[in-house]
């Protein structure tokens, strides 16, 4: 009783003296974390020696802050994340209490029914108090508008972001094409026939900047042909579909080939000649043949640039080959047209010379080591695995050993010239791929080589995958305890007494269990299939995350590369919570009686395979069919949290969080 009139002495000694201030400041703010979620974020700045009380207060202390929803649309609001509190002795209210000082943020997950528009208001009641005084209670009102409109398409801004990366890499490509030893020495060819054919300055310029857009209209022509050629599902073809990648990894491996000097990929001679013929008239049509010529006559070196650029845009629109080849033909096309216009410039130039093979036998080893990976691609989702982790890597060792030597001078092909002496870049450049090999070299042996950036198939499709020299019992001495404990627990809760079970009898019922795992990424045990895991994690009472995987999938060996090699990240997935690993691109056919059609993304959708079976699921039930993508359950299989994607969680520390916020969810 003294307690309280004290503070209430305290607060009407605030009033009466007219001090009565606001030492925390609200922010209010929300963000997008899926196509059909948002996050409402309320921030607290708080002044210095002032603090701002938990939700979580003992009914006899402060005011704690609370939220009030006013929502007008059919919806819930749901904790995201409980911020950490210090949790001190407060003299005010003479008890531990849990306050926040300086910053704060109150997080809440907001869904969206496709098609809702909802108004959001309410406001937050909060106490501030310093060492010595509280202020009396407060509160805040906040207000959000979230419309259809206002929801960003999750898959159209990843979209976006993959086509910027399809128009620098067709950019670079382009500026790559440009060194190669059949284009460069075209451009004082090409300023020959522009100083002959303008009489004026201006006509110069219009003819110039004609050429340009000429060259880029021939490429975009081309690309959007092979668009047509494609088809619409051309992406899909090209991740998941092994023929396609095969194919592909030979189409690198004959650029390679010829970049190398074993042949040239030339077209018909005919060809160039009436190109050739056609520039001679002069004009706009002229300058027109002038570029097809151009491109015509350097294709034995730009072919296999293009060739890429080409595969890599085919996602059956017509928007993306005209991005990559607009990419390509664009830094293709800018030299010759500022060479046109400045003839002087020619001066600056480097002389054509062995430098110009060089480049080209660089990008000719690197073809080849991406040709085994499309290689890898096709062999892991057809299941062979004949090439393995240690096989994928010794490969790519020898690739760059060679590329090592070359640049060092030790290894010459047919069309080099002598290297007399080491320039201090082509050094640097042998430096590089040297301590690069060396790199890749524990990775033989189990090491992550993360700096591969997911290339190499998962330690799972090694040919030790335990790590060499270990056996499964030796690597897994935690795990195993683990799962007895896990035993012991079923046991008493079945009312069983140990006495009354033989030896025999524990040993099947162990490897009953077991037996449902396999080897995963990191040499965590997983289940692959949903089924399976659900009623496993129901038994040994975790919770459970969905990995939606593929085999082909970069990300996801990116993210079990870089991001679940962290030990305790690893630790969680192995012992705390249940790992199932569903591959949307697994080739294994369904028995016929499992096999039908479904609606996904507004069309039919025959499930025939396993990866279908996984694709249809996390679309349907998580709007989403992208990868890796990660899903925290409860054992009655309820979200627990917000879902994790690659581009937003792809951090070993926000991935931590996630984790870690998902088993303080499932605990409370």
Not at 183 to 201: A, C, G, Y
């Amino acid at each position: 009783m003294r307690k309280f009139f004290t503070l209430l002495f305290t607060i009407a000694t605030i009033v009466v003296s007219a001090q009565i201030f606001t030492p925390v400041s609200w922010e209010f703010s929300q963000n997008q974390l899926s196509e059909n979620e948002v996050e409402l974020i309320f921030k607290a700045s708080i002044d210095e020696h002032w603090h701002l009380y938990s939700q979580d207060i003992a009914d006899d202390g402060p005011i704690p802050t609370s939220f009030t929803f006013i929502i007008d649309g059919d919806t819930s609001v749901k904790v995201l994340e409980e911020p950490k509190a210090i949790e001190e002795y407060d003299p005010n209210f003479e008890m531990v209490l849990k306050y926040f000082a300086d910053e704060v943020e109150f997080k809440y997950n907001l869904e969206i029914e496709e098609g809702n528009s909802l108004q959001i208001d309410g406001y937050v009641d909060f106490m501030v108090c310093d060492e010595a005084k509280c202020l009396p209670p407060d509160y805040a009102e906040f207000s959000f508008s979230i419309s259809e409109e206002n929801l960003i398409d999750s898959e159209s801004s990843e979209s976006l972001e993959s086509r910027w990366w399809l128009f620098l890499s067709a950019l670079g490509a382009g500026l790559l094409a440009i060194l190669m030893p059949c284009t460069f020495p075209m451009i004082p060819m090409t300023v020959s026939f522009f100083t002959k054919q303008s009489k004026t300055r201006s006509q110069g310029i219009r003819n110039a900047i004609f050429y340009g857009v000429s060259i880029i209209l021939i490429y975009i022509i081309v690309g959007v042909g092979v668009a047509s050629v494609f088809g619409s599902d051309a992406a899909n073809l090209m991740a998941n579909n092994v023929y396609f990648n095969v194919g592909f990894a030979i189409l690198l491996l004959v650029f390679g080939a010829s970049f190398l000097g074993a042949f040239e990929l030339t077209l018909p001679n005919s060809w160039v000649n009436k190109s050739d013929q056609a520039a001679d008239k002069g004009g706009y049509i002229g300058i027109f043949f002038m570029a097809l010529t151009l491109v015509l006559v350097s294709f034995s070196c730009t072919g296999p640039l293009v060739g890429i650029v080409l595969v890599k845009a085919a996602s059956g629109e017509i928007l993306d080959p005209v991005i990559g080849m607009f990419g390509f033909s664009l830094s293709l096309s800018i030299p010759f047209v500022l060479f046109a216009l400045f003839p002087n410039w020619l001066n600056s130039l480097p002389k054509s010379g062995g430098w110009l093979n060089s480049i080209k036998v660089i990008l000719g080893l690197l073809e080849i080591a991406f040709a085994f990976y499309y290689l890898s691609k096709a062999d892991l989702i057809d299941g062979t695995a004949f090439l393995t982790r240690e096989m994928f890597i010794a490969i790519w060792i020898m690739i760059f050993t060679s590329l090592t030597l070359y640049l060092l001078g030790f290894i010459k092909f047919s069309h080099d010239s002598e290297v007399k002496h080491l320039s201090v870049s082509r050094f640097s450049l042998a430096v590089v791929t040297g301590i690069y090999t060396i790199y890749m070299i524990p990775g033989l042996w189990g090491g992550p080589v993360s700096l591969m950036f997911g290339m190499p198939p998962d330690v799972m499709f090694s040919e030790s995958p335990n790590g060499v020299g270990n056996s499964y019992y030796q690597d897994n001495e935690d795990e195993i305890m683990s799962e007895i404990k896990e035993l012991k627990l079923l046991i008493s809760q079945a009312n069983i007494s140990v006495d009354k079970l033989s030896l025999e009898e524990i040993s099947e019922r162990k490897e009953e269990l077991k037996e449902r795992r396999e080897m995963g990424p990191q040499r965590i045990k997983v289940f692959h299939d949903y089924d399976d895991a659900v009623e496993y994690a129901k038994l040994v009472k975790k919770p459970l995350v969905i990995d939606f995987t593929g085999y082909a999938c970069v990300n996801c060996r990116q993210m079990e590369s870089n991001v679940w090699s962290d030990q305790e990240i690893k630790r969680i997935l192995k012992d705390d919570v249940v790992l199932v690993s569903l591959h949307v691109d697994a080739t294994k056919k369904l028995p016929k009686k499992e096999r039908y059609e479904t609606t996904m993304a507004g069309r039919i959708k025959k499930v025939i395979t396993e990866g279908d079976k996984w694709m249809v699921f996390q679309a349907n039930t998580y709007g989403t069919n992208s990868q890796p993508y990660y899903v925290f359950l409860d054992n009655k299989e309820n979200p627990l949290i917000e879902n994790a994607n690659y581009q937003d969680y792809g951090t070993v520390s926000l991935f931590k969080n996630w984790l870690e916020r998902g088993l303080e969810t499932y605990k409370n």
